[in-house]
């Protein structure tokens, strides 16, 4: 069982930035890639970010088109901590943020599916 605990979520104007941390316990050495996922008002879960976190997967990263170049994943391998810098914020960022692991991709893939555990979520506001 991998548990993990997002943190980070606020409220903020148009332009802002926010670091969500995603902290991972239990059998962390299982998980070869986490990602962010977030769901808007009214709309389905979407992918967002991710990390592969294993040895094969050498830290690639992956992003949804919405963010590249405002969103930035990272990870804390000794931590077992993942975080998504949100830079340029805008109203249509507004979603609960989700992070979640894998342990079967070891590229860092964007599938729903491909992830067993998922957090409890943390509110991200963007306010015009």
């Known amino acids: 069982q991998v548990q993990l605990v997002e943190s980070g979520g606020g409220l903020v104007q148009a332009g802002s930035s926010l670091r969500l941390s995603c902290a991972a316990s239990?059998?962390?050495?299982?998980?070869?890639?986490m990602a962010w996922f977030r769901r808007g008002p009214g709309s389905e879960r979407e992918f967002v970010a991710a990390i592969s976190t294993s040895a094969r997967g050498g830290n690639a990263t992956n992003y949804a088109d919405s963010v590249k170049g405002r969103f930035t994943v990272s990870r804390d391998k000794g931590k077992n901590t993942v975080w998504l810098q949100m830079d340029s914020l805008k109203p249509e960022d507004t979603a609960v943020y989700y992070c979640?692991?894998?342990?079967?991709?070891?590229?860092?893939?964007?599938?729903?599916?491909?992830?067993?555990?998922w957090g409890q979520g943390t509110q991200v506001t963007v306010s015009s």
């Open positions: 979640a692991a894998s342990l079967i991709s070891v590229l860092p893939t964007s599938r729903k599916t491909s992830y067993a555990y």
């Open positions: 239990g059998r962390t050495f299982t998980v070869n890639a």
